[in-house]
């Protein structure tokens, strides 16, 4: 089983930058994509970004292209998002995930990954 644990999470001002960290552990060789997900209460889990273990290539939601960035370390099994220019709309527990089934390019449902971090609350003010 693939282990997931997230770090990062805080409370920062609207327009200030964090940056949140998801270490794998467990049979990482078998992982193809690692994506993250918020949520807020009252709503659906919403996409942010998912990267491709494979060839690191990206994608975003509309709502954080040109303010979030994925990135990961292999060597670390970590993958990193870095949130800047905070908005309070922003505000949600940030979920790491990871599958490892292949889905071709497609990858913004959270229906297909299979494993779960614990989640961490970012909390943006006004």
């Known amino acids: 089983q693939v282990q997931l644990v997230e770090s990062g999470g805080g409370l920062v001002q609207a327009g200030g930058s964090l940056r949140l960290s998801c270490a794998a552990s467990?049979?990482?060789?078998?992982?193809?994509?690692m994506g993250w997900f918020r949520h807020t209460p009252g709503k659906e889990r919403e996409f942010v970004t998912h990267?491709?273990?494979?060839?690191?290539?990206?994608h975003y939601a509309d709502s954080v292209k040109g303010r979030f960035t994925i990135s990961r370390d292999n060597a670390k099994n970590t993958v990193y998002l870095q949130m800047n220019s905070l908005k309070p709309e922003d505000t949600a527990v940030y979920y790491c995930?990871?599958?490892?089934?292949?889905?071709?390019?497609?990858?913004?449902?959270?229906?297909?990954?299979?494993?779960w971090g614990q989640g961490t609350q970012v909390t943006v003010s006004s």
């Open positions: 995930a990871a599958t490892t089934y292949y889905y071709g390019s497609y990858y913004q449902d959270s229906e297909l990954y299979n494993y």
């Open positions: 467990g049979p990482t060789f078998n992982i193809r994509v």
């Open positions: 990267i491709s273990w494979i060839d690191e290539s990206t």
